[in-house]
């Protein structure tokens, strides 16, 4: 099966890596990783975002590593847009977590405009860190957790 997942990616953390091992399970996989543009738009907190280039190398070095064990094909490209990839015929499934469920169901509608079958859409439930909050690249930025949800001890 052809697989499709997007996001800013920044940085990558337990949560990420949850999702990239479904969408390995499933087949091979194309990530959409925002542009710098797009990355701003999609924030619903205003924080810095590295630069693509530097989030592409980062995300190619993860989906390598998994995507040996699966013996499977992956894609990093450009997202400049939500919907971005995942609107293309060529893919069976799109792997999202449970806030970015909404944007696939708006993908199979523009799918379905298009004539185009629908994706099924696996969500993949959050990482939760050792507070019980969910694992977010935020409260990593922030200073509150690493990237596999251990409390981060402040001065």
């Known amino acids: ?6 996001g800013t990616f920044d940085p990558i953390h337990d949560g990420h890596r949850k999702l990239f091992e479904r969408a390995f399970e499933l087949g091979d996989v194309t990530v959409g990783l925002t542009s710098d543009e797009l990355a701003a ?3 619903s907190v205003d924080r810095e975002v590295r630069p693509f280039e530097a989030r592409e190398r980062d995300l190619e070095d993860e989906l390598a590593a998994i995507a ?6 992956f894609e ?13 015929p060529k893919f069976d499934v799109l792997v999202v977590s449970p806030e970015t469920k ?3 169901e708006r993908i199979n509608d523009i799918r ?8 099924d859409i696996e969500v993949v439930d959050h990482v939760r860190a050792d507070d019980g ?9 922030n200073g509150e957790i690493d990237e596999h949800g251990n409390l981060v001890e402040s001065d």
């Open 68 to 73: 040996e064990g699966y013996g499977s094909e």
């Open 112 to 119: 379905a405009e298009r004539g185009v079958d629908p994706l």
């Open 1 to 6: 099966m052809n697989v499709a997942l997007g």
């Open 133 to 141: 909050d969910i694992i977010s690249s935020t409260r990593i930025v």
């Open 102 to 104: 909404a944007t696939g």
């Open 41 to 43: 738009q999609t924030r």
């Open 76 to 88: 990093v490209r450009k997202l400049e847009e939500p919907t971005g990839i995942a609107t293309e």
